[in-house]
């Protein structure tokens, strides 16, 4: 394991072996029962004592503050060991410590380790002990500004939204990003968790629709901007292009116009399903099937030739259904 912090720490680091302040301390060395490891990990001697030390703290169950500045130090080390910030958390709780200077260290560590899920659980179980989530969404923000796609970022802007009914300003938040990358999957994602918590009425539909319309006009090969179309449209139930024909109409203008974008063939592909099985009228019936035939063979051969077995078997699947009545 790299020792990120060695260099760093050079010219500052006094060894806790000779601090007088921990003299009354026995270090613990790791207990491992292979002594003969396959694949041996390379700790750096600092690396080694700190975590002795700790092991020491741990077994005694001291909780003080030079408890709590070795749980930085190690830290700092290995910022993913889940039971230092465990340690950490019962040593702050039976101090009393300052959790709001808490919150202050944890965003520098935050911000050096984004992707990291023990410290943004640390992030989290703080906020729930001041109850107080006042500085999260800037905190997200400022995380995603660097990584619009980090997960971890994504994940505690959810919750401290829903937690703390913190959406009021989160689609204009949504809106800027998509504007700023249109093809920001977890911008679109983050769209509709906030869209579907105010709820989807009708009208509400329509807008979601236009939007991706007008966003899907501007980029025709933007796999979020579709696949958020189909999720708003799925809102309204089984009768949606009864009640929103204007979806098939501009998806087919698309397609009239030269527009072969694989997404909207796949869309095309749903739209055309669904009137096929629930088409009363025969004709209507196979002439629907063969616009579905159509376009399958067309991505299996030409534009999603990767995944041809899949467009084949949609394909069959459909014969199949209309063979036997399942309508």
């Known amino acids: 394991m790299s020792d990120s912090g060695d260099e760093e720490w050079s010219t500052e680091w006094i060894p806790y072996s000779e601090r007088n302040e921990w003299a009354d301390v026995t270090p613990i060395q790791q207990d491992d029962d292979d002594k003969n490891p396959v694949v041996a990990i390379s700790y750096s001697a600092k690396f080694r004592e700190v975590y002795d030390y700790f092991r020491a703290i741990l077994a005694h169950k001291e909780k003080s503050p030079r408890a709590l500045e070795l749980t930085t ?60 989530a006042s500085k999260e969404l800037q905190l997200t923000e400022n995380a995603l500004s660097v990584d619009a796609k980090n997960y971890h970022a994504w994940q505690h802007r959810q919750w401290a939204i829903t937690t703390f009914n913190l959406f009021d300003n989160e689609l204009a938040f949504v809106d800027r990003l998509i504007a700023e990358d249109i093809r920001n999957n977890s911008a679109w994602n983050q769209r509709f968790f906030v869209v579907k918590h105010f709820g989807f009425t009708t009208e509400v539909i329509q807008r ?9 006009r501007v980029v025709k090969n933007n796999e979020s901007a579709w696949n958020y179309l189909k999720g708003v449209l799925r809102q309204s139930g089984t009768t949606a292009l009864d009640q929103y024909p204007e979806v098939l109409e501009f998806s087919e203008e698309l397609y009239n116009s030269g527009s072969r974008s694989p997404y909207l063939l796949a869309f095309l592909i ?8 629930t088409a009363g009228d025969s004709n209507a019936r196979q002439t629907l099937a063969r616009k579905v035939y159509t376009l399958c063979d067309d991505m299996a051969k030409k534009h999603d030739i990767i995944r041809r077995k899949y467009w084949q078997y949609i394909a ?10 399942q309508l």
Not at 107 to 119: F, G, P, R, S
Not at 208 to 216: D, G, K
């Open 208 to 216: 979601e629709l236009q939007y991706a319309v007008n966003r899907i």
């Open 270 to 277: 749903d739209l055309y399903s669904e009137q096929c099985l």
């Open 73 to 132: 130090d190690a830290l700092r080390l290995n910022p993913a060991n889940y039971t230092v910030w465990q340690y950490r958390r019962d040593i702050l709780r039976e101090l009393g410590s300052d959790l709001h200077q808490e919150l202050d260290y944890i965003e520098e560590v935050i911000l050096d380790n984004a992707k990291n899920y023990q410290v943004w659980h640390h992030r989290r179980v703080i906020v729930e002990m001041l109850n107080d």
């Open 316 to 325: 069959e699947q459909l014969k199949s259904k209309l063979d036997s009545n």
